[in-house]
């Protein structure tokens, strides 16, 4: 995949604040013999890590690339700029689904400038057919297919809410223990799987993130607003695109949900969400919108691959986000009505549900159960 909008105005604004975080650059002989050096160290330590990782054994490598392969033959003919893969990750892609770099801690991190990776479903038409107003993007695990089909039959099921259309896609990894063929045949029946060559685990929830916002960028430009949201929620739709309707609500450099102010970072080994100072060294993340479930303007996506390729990864794909926000100058916005979105909440109340946007939920069953009572004729409150 190739940069976008170079030498536009926008590429020039973000160098400019790009300017302002990243340090002087050196003189351009010193820096090429210092490119060439770091180059040559780069393809030793690759090499070196092809063989020793040991996220997947080099008979189970072997079998998912040749599963794969056979996949890619059948598959439709991706889009041009999926086969542009920075230079520097050409020679050793084929050979490793991820780029993985071990820190002192044992901690792995992952490239997450999403043109690192390659498209294996894509739907790109899906956009170019129905001009979306809303798309919501859910990452979810190849595996997890009752997830799907549960949101397909609930607030994944409407294309048209509100007098807008609305599309729901299903964003993956790979995954060696899962029946490629049968991915074939449930995006050949509803067309609405995409999926990337990265390792889908949850370390890698920002490598998701960045190829979610690739594929708006590159695929889906046309579309008004986006929503990244997570496969375990109950989304209030009508009550989304009623907000984003709203007079006042922008059409730039819009970002909105739960907010998460001054929160620190967990140095914890112990915790899921422990992150270790030579990732990000900062004692709080900047503010950010929590990862459940976020909507933003569909400008955002390129501005956020673009600069993706600045900031060191880590882990936390929300506060990621929210560094990103941070390093093009903006910060989100609270949304007209924060109440609407909420995390987790005590007990299923037909009323309050007709309210809010967002809620965590247990299971899957649990969103269809809920579902059903809150579709049932009559007032809900």
């Known amino acids: 995949m190739g940069d976008q909008n170079a030498g536009s105005d926008e590429g020039l604004v973000l160098r400019r604040q790009l300017a302002k975080h990243l ?19 780069l393809l030793v330590f690759v090499a070196f890590l092809a063989f020793s990782d040991t996220t997947l054994s080099w008979p189970e490598t072997f079998s998912l690339q040749k599963q794969y392969q056979r996949f890619f033959n059948q598959s439709r003919p991706l889009h041009p700029s999926a086969y542009l893969i920075h230079p520097k990750h050409k020679a050793f892609l084929n050979k490793m689904k991820e780029k993985t770099i071990p820190n002192p801690e044992g901690l792995r991190y992952h490239e997450a400038y999403p043109h690192n990776y ?3 479903m894509e739907n790109a038409e899906v956009c170019e057919v129905n001009s979306p107003f809303l798309v919501l993007m859910v990452p979810v695990a190849p595996k997890d297919v009752l997830a799907r ?13 509100q007098g807008e259309t609305v599309l729901t896609l299903f964003v993956l990894g790979l995954d060696k223990s899962h029946d490629v063929e049968k991915l074939q045949q449930e995006n050949q ?3 609405d799987l995409i999926q990337s060559n990265f390792l889908d685990t949850y370390h890698n929830l920002t490598i998701k993130t960045m190829v979610i916002m690739d594929w708006l960028a590159t695929r889906c430009p046309g579309a008004a607003y986006a929503m990244k949201v997570d ?4 989304l209030n739709v009508d009550n989304l695109v009623i907000m984003l309707k709203k007079p006042g609500i922008p059409h730039n450099n819009y970002l909105t949900g739960m907010l998460m102010w001054n929160r620190p970072v967990v140095r ?7 992150v270790p ?3 990000y060294p900062e004692p709080r993340y900047p503010t950010y919108t929590l990862g459940m479930g976020y909507v933003f303007s569909n400008d955002l996506p390129a501005k956020l691959v673009e600069v993706s390729k600045f900031i060191k990864p880590f882990n936390i794909e929300d ?10 100058g903006l910060s989100p916005t609270s949304p007209p009505d924060p109440s609407q979105f909420k995390a987790y909440n005590s007990k299923y109340d037909r009323c309050e549900f007709s309210k809010v946007i967002t809620y965590i939920l247990g299971s899957s069953e649990q969103l269809i159960h809920y579902w059903t009572d809150y579709k049932k004729p009559g007032p809900h409150c």
């Open 189 to 191: 029946e509803h067309d």
């Open 23 to 41: 340090p002087p650059q050196k003189p351009p002989v010193f820096l090429s013999c210092f490119q060439g050096l770091l180059m040559l160290s």
């Open 319 to 328: 506060a990621y986000i929210g560094m990103c926000i941070k390093i093009l």
């Open 231 to 234: 496969s375990d929620m109950f």
């Open 277 to 279: 100072e030579d990732l």
């Open 149 to 161: 089909d549960a949101i397909r039959a609930t607030w994944g099921k409407d294309r048209v809410v």
């Open 268 to 274: 914890s080994k112990n915790s899921k969400w422990y």
């Open 118 to 120: 390659r498209f294996v």
